[in-house]
């Protein structure tokens, strides 16, 4: 279909019918005008099966034509050895000036004789990283995304020096995930950079990472990180083929990947994590995941993910284990407090008037007494102004955020109790809510829990206790139903896998997690020495040799 | 999916919405189209009928979201309505026809049973109160001195509803406690009466107001459900020695040798043991009691063991003196208070319900009793004598 009409259509791409996306293969031509004709190819992609042809005039005709109108693609004509005509080619502002014109500086003054293209690289190109190429795909892909492509007259490979220069944020410490004590780099918008943060944490060859290209327009880069020998191949397997599917025209945030290789498109639940710590996903590594990095955004993605490990923050593991377990503690309560809050107060107050404490239900009644709402108006009222407050103040300025602050704490917080729209009581419930849902450590499991807030307060208002209690076991029985690349939402308490309980229930010492998670199907189980753990199991600890202390007991 | 499957799935959810909206919210009240009582009281009118008192919270008196306002400063933050009616049904459905707001049991704390109600006896009233299950079971139960109304009229000082100043007064160690529950079990048991609260009304004068505050006077004795007569003051704390249920007390000695001192019990224990004699039945006490002394009036030296162990036989007396006027009350008024029946119930049931249970009240009247009593003065407080003890008399 598209081979029909290909002839006539040279100006009107834009008028592609979407399943041209899936567009078909022309076999390879050696009949360069027949390739080069083919300009109205619509993606990067197809290219590829048009090769460098070996007359440099050909190729500056071809490329002048693809890249027609675009004010920022360059091509500098040179000779090698004063005497052979080549031509580089660049985006402006992706690479580094500098380094560029070193490499050509050595090109230009080269004698080492009529060699073909590959020698020339070998020889006379001082670039840390070169590479030959023979399509158009890799040459295109390669110069948008900042190398310097040479041309050069009677090659049919193409040199691509990487010699990248473009602008990027400098490392800053991750806004999302602020620690007291932890690494306090986050990662960057640029994939390079961020592997690279990864391969300082885990410094071994077994530290996979698997390259893909994913997006018609954006062509964005993938790398698919492991640590082999821990994953399992299968998981592995997995994630690639789920992104090998994914047909979209851009990917602009790793959020789009996220949604088109999850399990379950429709839950409100999250069921791949993101972080933007290096350190946080060094970790998820050595458990046994996958991690998928995406350039141009600073948040990689970990799957298979699971309900628990969304209320782990990476402090746990930092901080004594004792602080980390209480701290988990909490968490679970303030999880139950942000879920069902609201719909308790209005349960209790609606319903089952007989389960506050007498005095308590003389303090609500009494402020209450004004209010002209039922209680569920009331709280829809407090919850939507605490939502839009804070929606406000993350998407404002930060000159205007403090404005909202104060007017959220001022208007709603007391004109609204004094004027009697809404009691006191209910400010306390909604900005207790607010900040039990600003505990879970994972933002994108807060927003779920945000969110399921509202149905169970309906819920509430209708049928009370009882109302809650069933959109309670909806929840559970949808996340029991969940699964993530596989493994089951609920694990290690969905299907129990008691020993490993002691990183969801507590967070036992290290001593104690020798092993990894095993619900996770991973090949090498062992995390710690066994005659280490042995050791500090016996010892309650390092005891050495035992350095005497001069005024200990018995020593004078 | 297909538009038929879509179809379906949208007549499920039209369905479930509908059945939602249509069957929710039956029993939905708003706390503020409840009358939140606190307290009730039953009388006996002359004529027969029974009188409901309900002692209201006002909650826009308490001071809600303007802070500040309730205590006794402004005013009243209750509203008390009485009415008559045949049953305690009747009489709330008339009080229901002028109030704004449904009555709600919820959180009835004390019950009020007037002296005549009690008097005529008070299982008919237990049936109301057990029927809806809105009535809590463990509010507690206090018999008036005259009139019940005139419990739940009365302004205390401290709290906000003369309903909780009972509640705390019942719930301080002074006394022994009660709750609807133990009631209605006591009275469906044979072989134990209730022992409840009683408590007046007494005029307090504050500025130039006249205030009534609730005082507990002692304990109402029954015999089965018909109130038979107060047991106060020593008597009062000796039934709690035949009962076993030790509160601390305070109690005050007039001695020979030392006058007046008042002493606090704070530890005790009582231990019954049934025998059975020819043709009666014999009871022994034994009473364990730590004390100390909390003042004494005239000097004397209670670091010297001989004055001590002289005060703790004085003390014997005075705990056996109580628990022989209680012994007293029970066999003169036909009233269990002590729970005697239940101790041989509980140890001899066979016997219990072959022989005793049928004639209980001329089994107690003819039961005798031995008391053993060891009480120990284990501190004497700060000072074993007066600070202001003058010093030339110690030095003859």
Redesign the interface.
Known sequence: MYRRFRKGRKSSQAKNPPEEMRHERTPVSDDMSESLENLNRPYVEQLGEVSIASSLQQNLTFLNELFADCSDFVIRPFQIETSRPARAIFIDGLINSAEVDRALQALMIDEGGMVDASQLAERSVPAAQTAMVENYRELVLAVLSGDTGILIEGERQAILLSLRGAKMRSINEPESEAVVRGPREGFIENLRTNTSMLRRKLKTPRLKMQPLVVGKHSNTSIAIAYLEGVVDPATVDEVIGRIKKIQIDGVLESGYIEELIQDSTYSPFPQVQYSERPDTIAAALLEGRVAIFVDGTPFVLIVPTTFWQLLQANEDYYERFQMATLIRWLRYMLLFIALLLPALYIAI???H??M?P?TL???????????PF??VVEAFIMEVAFEALREAGVRLPKTVGQAVSILGALVVGQAA??A?IV??PMVIIVSLTGIASFTIPRYNAAIAFRMLRFPLMILS????MY?IMVGVMLILGHMANLRSFGIPYLSPTGPLSSSDLKDVLIRAPWTEMAKRPSFLAIKDTRRAGAAMIEDLDTGLGQKGIGIKHPSEEGTS | MSTAGLKVLLLVLVLLGMT??SS??W??????D?A?V?SSAFDLEPDGRIRITCQM?L??Q?????GGG?GTSGPRSFYVDTEVGRTVREANSKQQARLSRQL?F??R?VLVIGEELAKQGMRDVFDVIARVP?N?LTSNIVIAKGKGYDLLTAQPNFE?FSAETMREILQSDVLIQVNLKDVAQELSQKGTDPLLPFMAPVETVKGNEHNKEIEFKGYAQFHDDKLVGVITKDAAKGVHWVRQKFQPYVTTLDTKPFGKLSINLYKGKSKIKPSFEQDHLHFDIEVQALCTILEVFGEHDFGRTENVQQLEGEIDNNIRDGILAAIQTMKERQSDSGALGLVIARRYPRLWKEKYSKNWYAELEKATFSISINSEVSRVGLVSENLAKKEEEETH
């Open positions: 107050s609606t319903f008037q007989t506050f007498t239900l003389l303090s609500v009644a009494a402020a209450r007494e004004t209010i039922p209680a109790v004094q009697g009691s006191a208002a209708m049928f009370g109302g | 939602i909206t929710g919210c029993d939905r009240t708003e706390i503020n409840i939140i606190v919270a909650p826009g308490m001071g809600g979201s303007n309730g709600f919820g959180h704390r809105e809590r906000r």
